[in-house]
């Protein structure tokens, strides 16, 4: 079947209900979930969270981001539950835990902690800070923002380009939540619809951002663009817990380098026709695709696996040809 015919995709819901449905195993899709997962998996129920029997049993040192005494979490499976022990760990409400980095406190969205964590990183917590409201003037299609998402219904704001109309702003930096646009609440929202209605504000008029920003250490005031850090470095190690969304974690070797490069390929792509970066998207779909033997039969297992993303045909060509670069050497 020629690409593009016959597909079926439908158009995903502005807002989807926390409660109704699981969240994603990470940033992005490790086993794509509905809120806040950047895939898919339509309205079915998932899998009840695995007995306490399965789940590993490996320990996690955490420290908040803005400072704390350091924290030990252990025994969760999904990005929901590791906010959950952690914020256990230091007596706060769930919901206060906006994202995680990987060996630094610093806002840098290279060590966002995603659907995999190595065995031996250490894990930071950035809770909600300053909350902030300000008024955009659409004078550009494009603002200059890529959007991610945490895992459990919080967009915020992956990369700011350079010179962009968002650039300007020195209100509005890396690592800040995007509450609502123009009173409208995105809590709950997945990456792809922030991105989205962004997209579709009309040029010429102005609008207005509810942001809430990571609370910040004293080192880190000054801090706007979320560039690489200076924290401490302690994930050596070649294995990595991989949470999903459903089933129990699993301890997997790092992707190989054929992966990594094909990962990077995708997510850059991902970025330029959709306006978000996700690393696990990404790493799912290398996975879907890495021995599909031409574009159709990758285009039908993105519809089945991630058809809520509704990605465009010559989206799924390109994704189709950064694999096959990653194959052969062509970086």
Not at 11 to 24: D, Y
Not at 151 to 160: D, L, V
Not at 163 to 189: K, P, R, Y
Request: glycine residues 12%; proline residues 7%.
């Amino acid at each position: 079947m020629p690409l593009g015919l016959g597909r079926r995709k439908k158009a995903p819901p502005l807002v989807e209900n926390e409660e109704a449905e699981p969240s994603r195993g990470g940033l992005g899709v490790g086993e794509p979930g509905p809120l806040g997962g950047g895939g898919a998996g339509g309205p079915q129920m998932g899998l009840p969270p695995p007995p306490p029997a399965l789940r590993p049993r490996l320990v996690f040192h955490t420290q908040l981001a803005h400072g704390s005494p350091t924290g030990r979490i252990e025994g969760f499976t999904n990005v929901k539950e590791l906010y959950g022990k952690i914020a256990e760990a230091f007596r706060l409400p769930a919901a206060e835990v906006m994202f995680c980095t990987l060996n630094t406190h610093k806002v840098d969205m290279d060590k966002l902690l995603g659907g995999q964590i190595g065995l031996e990183d250490f894990i930071f917590a950035h809770v909600k800070g300053q909350r902030k409201e300000v008024e955009v003037f659409k004078s550009e299609d494009a603002l200059g923002l890529t959007i991610t998402d945490n895992g459990a219904g919080y967009a915020f704001i992956k990369r700011i380009k350079e010179g962009s109309v968002i650039d300007h702003m020195q209100l509005i930096s890396v690592g800040d939540m995007i509450e609502a646009i123009n009173g409208q609440s995105l809590l709950g929202c997945r990456h792809y619809e922030v991105a989205r209605l962004l997209k579709e504000l009309p040029r010429g008029r102005t609008f207005t951002l509810k942001l809430t920003e990571p609370r910040k250490a004293f080192d880190m005031i000054s801090q706007r663009s979320g560039r690489p850090g200076s924290g401490p470095q302690l994930g050596t190690g070649r294995g990595t817990l991989r949470l999903r969304s459903r089933g129990p974690a699993t301890v997997e070797d790092l992707p190989s380098a054929f992966e990594e490069k094909a990962i990077e390929k995708v997510d850059d792509l991902l970025e330029s026709y959709m306006g978000i970066r996700d690393t696990e998207l990404a790493a799912t779909m290398v996975e879907l695709g890495k021995d599909k033997r031409n574009p159709d039969e990758l285009a039908e297992a993105l519809d089945e696996r991630l058809g809520d993303f509704a990605f465009p045909d010559e989206f799924v060509f390109d994704v189709w040809g950064a694999i096959g670069d990653a194959k052969v050497g062509r970086y």
